[in-house]
């Protein structure tokens, strides 16, 4: 009976998560009726100002939303206070010059509800910026030593270790490719929620995720075996994960693309978005310190012309190329554009 209750609230403030998307300007006035964080309030009214005004700049009308909610654990319940983890799936349909788009994201919200007399209202609300963390649990249980990137070295690798066949295919070098956009976002679009099983899935996803997509399309391996140069990623030694760090983590990856080569995964700087193909790169700079901390790839693009990205961490498909709407975004948030070579 009483996780009836709470979860009924669960469901309420979840409708009005739903309609605040689709009309931002009354989002505090909706969301306050069941929420009474003071801090959550106030950042919220905030935010919905933002994103309304961004509505109005990219020239789109909200139609709809869809939003689901899965609980994925009760951290702690008891007879007046419950604390669960649970993931919003939430769909935004909108039209921009005559054409529908719909957008995809899943976010993950901690969420405190305490008893209040009958009823049950949500005390606090917490939310993960996983687009901004630039460290992998992986990396974590290196040697801790630290490269002059400030990333964790491995332990030193045996000179032959063995690679994962079924995963690498053709290896840079052996023949000249063309890549294949198509490949690379229907990858994106079939593996942008859940990750494909054949692969590792970091805490912090994203430019694994676009790495995969790369290779879908095409994009042969450089294989190094040393973490610090070449674009690779091979199956379990031991019982130990090895990959690249430009295949695992944004600004290793940014810093790849922007090396000059002559074959392999290659990639040219763009100055602006509209200049950008499918399954072409871009990378975010959240503080604007010369630090890349997320990756996404280009899915679709919009009536005006403008990139729609996929990505993953929070699991997103067809989401605006500016993310003007991530809780990771600030003003001083710089983009890297790149756009993958034809041939590889």
């Not at 910026?129 to 030593?145: C, D, F, M, Q, Y």
């Amino acid at each position: 009976m009483m996780e009836q209750q709470w979860k009924q609230s669960l469901y309420v403030y979840v409708d009005q998560v739903n309609k605040a998307r689709v009309e931002p300007k009354s989002s505090s006035q909706t969301v306050s009726l069941s929420v009474k964080d003071p801090r959550f309030l106030l950042e919220q009214g905030e935010r919905s100002h933002r994103i309304a005004e961004w509505y109005n700049v990219r020239g789109i009308t909200p139609l709809r939303g869809e939003t689901g909610v899965k609980t994925l654990r009760t951290v702690r319940q008891t007879p007046t206070e419950v604390v669960a983890e649970v993931t919003l799936h939430s769909a935004l349909y909108y039209e921009k010059g005559g054409v529908n788009h719909r957008e995809d994201r899943v976010e993950l919200e901690r969420l405190t509800f305490v008893r209040d007399g009958g009823g049950w209202e949500i005390a606090a609300i917490e939310r993960t910026i996983p687009e901004r963390n630039t460290v992998h649990r992986a990396e974590v249980e290196l040697s801790g030593k630290l490269s002059k990137w400030g990333e964790a070295l491995p332990a030193p690798l045996p000179s032959q270790p063995l690679l994962n066949r079924n995963i690498l295919g053709e290896i840079a070098g052996s023949r000249e490719v063309r890549y294949n956009r198509e490949e690379a976002v229907a990858y994106a679009d079939r593996w942008w929620k859940d990750g494909n099983p054949e692969f590792e899935t970091f805490e912090v996803d994203c430019t694994n995720y676009v790495s995969q997509c790369l290779f879908a399309g095409g994009a042969p391996i450089n294989y190094t075996g040393k973490r610090e140069t070449g674009w690779w990623y091979k199956g379990y030694q031991g019982k130990q994960e090895w990959w690249s760090y430009s295949w695992a983590v944004s600004d290793s990856l940014q810093r790849y693309l922007s090396v000059s080569r002559n074959s392999g995964l290659r990639a040219e700087v763009m100055e602006r978005p509209e200049q950008l193909m499918l399954g072409d790169i871009i990378q975010y700079d959240w503080d604007g310190n010369g630090q890349y901390q997320h990756s996404t790839i280009i899915t679709a693009f919009d009536a005006g012309g403008m990139p729609l990205v996929n990505a993953r961490t929070v699991s997103s498909r067809h989401r605006f190329w500016d993310y003007r709407d991530s809780y990771a975004w600030t003003d001083q948030t710089k983009y890297r554009f790149f756009h993958i070579n034809d041939y590889l």
